[in-house]
């Protein structure tokens, strides 16, 4: 898992910096609060979770590329992204199954994410 971990930490990084433009640039203030809520909360999650990673398997470097983010896309598309996010974070969930608090902080990962889809499609 350490390699799989390591290698994912952009997917982590790109996905908090995927809803954090999307949050600035969302074209309805209701969408602007589910996104800036998401972010906050899965930052503290995703920050959990990757300490707990590198300590779990005594990581003690990280590489982090950066990726551009088109922030001009319409919903649609963006809870696509949301939802391979929530693929991610079930084969993440795979690898890890042997530990408890990985697991319990994907379980609310994807449950951030997944009531944000739900909250974005109701307004």
Same mark, same amino acid.
């Given at each position: %898992?350490?390699? %799989? %971990? +390591?290698?994912? $930490?952009?997917?982590?990084?790109?996905?908090?910096?995927? %809803?954090?433009?999307? &949050?600035?640039?969302?074209?309805? &203030?209701? &969408?602007?609060? $589910?996104?800036?809520?998401?972010?906050?909360?899965?930052?503290?999650?995703?920050?959990?979770?990757?300490?707990? *990673?590198?300590?779990? +398997?005594? $990581?003690?470097?990280?590489?982090?590329? *950066?990726?551009?983010?088109?922030?001009?896309?319409?919903?649609?598309?963006?809870?696509? $992204?949301?939802?391979? +996010?929530?693929?991610?974070?079930?084969?993440?969930?795979?690898?890890?199954?042997? *530990?408890?608090?990985?697991? *319990?902080?994907?379980?609310?990962?994807?449950?951030?994410?997944?009531?944000?889809?739900?909250?974005?499609?109701?307004?």
């Amino acid at each position: %898992i350490n390699k %799989i %971990i +390591y290698m994912n $930490i952009n997917l982590f990084t790109d996905f908090l910096t995927f %809803i954090k433009v999307q &949050h600035w640039v969302a074209a309805k &203030h209701s &969408h602007h609060i $589910i996104l800036g809520d998401l972010y906050d909360s899965l930052d503290d999650k995703i920050d959990e979770f990757i300490e707990c *990673s590198l300590g779990l +398997y005594q $990581i003690s470097s990280v590489e982090i590329e *950066s990726n551009p983010i088109d922030a001009q896309m319409d919903l649609e598309l963006h809870l696509k $992204i949301m939802q391979r +996010y929530n693929e991610f974070y079930a084969k993440c969930a795979e690898i890890a199954k042997d *530990s408890t608090a990985l697991q *319990s902080l994907l379980d609310d990962m994807t449950n951030l994410v997944s009531r944000a889809c739900y909250l974005l499609k109701m307004k």
